[in-house]
């Protein structure tokens, strides 16, 4: 029987709960264990994942006393994950236009424009972002609580 693997855009905000034991952090474990089934899930990011991440784990470390030996460890797992990266220069544009229509950063617009790029949907643990798109004709922005329900 031929299986099609899971494929989805996943934001910074879901990588991180790989590292930081919080709400969501189980379902975060669930999805990407996806990528050591066979066949094994197809996960995008735009390239600025890794700096988004960082830049949280930054503020784990300055804000709550993560532990910054901890927060490097964390940087190297999640940049030996198998996801697929895009360069930000090809979402720039699209990622713009998104964000200037809908009041996003831009970061989250390359989520999104790579979501939609791809026909895809993006998941996050960012409800505000899922408000934003809920409904929307074009782009599927899934939370993080419920993408895997239906499976």
């Given at each position: 029987?031929?299986?099609?693997p899971l494929m989805a855009v996943v934001d910074a905000s879901v990588?991180?709960?790989?590292?930081?034991?919080?709400?969501?952090?189980?379902?975060?474990?669930t999805l990407f264990a996806y990528l050591t089934v066979y066949p094994p899930a197809q996960l995008y990011v735009p390239d600025l994942f890794l700096l988004e991440c960082a830049n949280v784990l930054w503020k784990y470390v300055r804000r709550v006393g993560y532990p910054p030996?901890?927060?490097?460890?964390?940087?190297?797992?999640?940049?030996?994950?198998?996801?697929?990266?895009v360069?930000?220069?090809?979402?720039?544009?699209?990622?713009l236009d998104i964000s200037l229509t809908y009041g996003t950063t831009v970061y989250d617009g390359c989520y999104?424009?790579?979501?939609?790029?791809?026909?895809?949907?993006?998941?996050?643990?960012?409800?505000?972002?899922?408000?934003?798109?809920?409904?929307?004709?074009?782009?599927?922005?899934?939370?993080?609580?419920?993408?895997?329900?239906?499976?």
């Amino acid at each position: 029987m031929n299986y099609s693997p899971l494929m989805a855009v996943v934001d910074a905000s879901v990588g991180i709960k790989l590292c930081v034991e919080e709400e969501l952090s189980n379902e975060a474990d669930t999805l990407f264990a996806y990528l050591t089934v066979y066949p094994p899930a197809q996960l995008y990011v735009p390239d600025l994942f890794l700096l988004e991440c960082a830049n949280v784990l930054w503020k784990y470390v300055r804000r709550v006393g993560y532990p910054p030996d901890k927060a490097r460890e964390d940087l190297v797992n999640l940049s030996q994950l198998t996801l697929r990266r895009v360069p930000t220069t090809e979402l720039l544009s699209a990622a713009l236009d998104i964000s200037l229509t809908y009041g996003t950063t831009v970061y989250d617009g390359c989520y999104v424009a790579l979501s939609e790029r791809l026909a895809i949907p993006c998941v996050t643990a960012d409800k505000k972002l899922v408000n934003i798109f809920a409904n929307h004709p074009v782009f599927h922005v899934y939370w993080l609580g419920d993408f895997l329900k239906s499976d």
